[in-house]
């Protein structure tokens, strides 16, 4: 599988503060995503991380809630910003390796906001 | 758009036995249909995908079928052990072909020794 680093692995915030989780990748890819997983419930995608370009959202996710950076084909931030409660979830930066095209999760970021 | 619905929520086996948990989708054109294992405090990890020009996918105690005319896919293990207890859940890629997938609600296996 591929290898992904999301940092941090976990983290407790402040309401009104702003987040940034980091996805490493340990190889050159297209295509990158971020996904949120709200307690015991499935994933949903967030948007697809462009290179060198604006990332596009799905819908319900706007851009000055999750800024998102892609400055190369093997990094990618997503921000989370001016948390509330109802922010508390597991956020995954997932891959699509070109050279298979076969799809891989990091181990999330597990984020609680107080 | 895509849209996929996966039942069980909850399946409760005995060690040794088999389990299958099944999917539908809903846009004809997808082409990927991946299924991943998630356990407690992990990310979702690969264990099998199929795409659409293939019915059917083994490895070791894991398999996958699609049915392209009903649209839908079956995960199934065989000789399920205590360590495949976890949340499984299906995927399509909505005829994106980039990856960008569409989940179902998950199934929580429970396999009892």
């Known amino acids: 599988s591929a290898v992904i680093s999301q940092k941090p692995s976990r983290d407790i915030c402040q309401r009104g503060t702003s987040l940034t989780i980091q996805c490493q990748v340990d190889s050159q890819v297209t295509m990158m995503f971020w996904y949120r997983q709200q307690p015991g419930q499935s994933l949903t995608l967030i948007a697809t991380a462009n290179q060198g370009s604006e990332a596009t959202y799905e819908s319900g996710f706007v851009i000055d809630k999750f800024p998102i950076s892609r400055p190369n084909l093997t990094f990618s931030t997503l921000t989370v910003s001016n948390m509330s409660p109802e922010d508390s979830s597991i956020y995954l930066c997932?891959?699509?390796?070109?050279?298979?095209?076969?799809?891989?999760f990091g181990q999330g970021t597990r984020l609680t906001v107080v | 758009g895509e849209n996929v619905e996966q039942h069980p929520s909850t399946l409760s086996v005995q060690e040794g036995d088999s389990a299958v948990i099944k999917c539908t989708y809903s846009?004809?054109?997808?082409?990927?249909f991946p299924w991943y294992k998630q356990e407690l405090g992990k990310g979702p990890q690969l264990i099998i995908d199929i795409r659409s020009n293939v019915g059917e996918k083994k490895d070791q105690r894991i398999a996958v079928t699609l049915n392209k005319t009903a649209k839908h896919f079956s995960l199934h293990i065989t000789e399920t052990q205590p360590e495949d207890s976890a949340v499984y859940f299906c995927?399509?890629?909505?005829?994106?072909?980039?990856?960008?997938?569409?989940f179902g609600q998950g199934t929580t296996l429970q396999v009892k020794p």
């Open positions: 846009d004809s054109a997808s082409n990927y």
């Open positions: 997932s891959v699509y390796r070109d050279r298979d095209s076969k799809a891989f």
């Open positions: 995927a399509a890629d909505g005829s994106s072909n980039t990856g960008k997938l569409i």
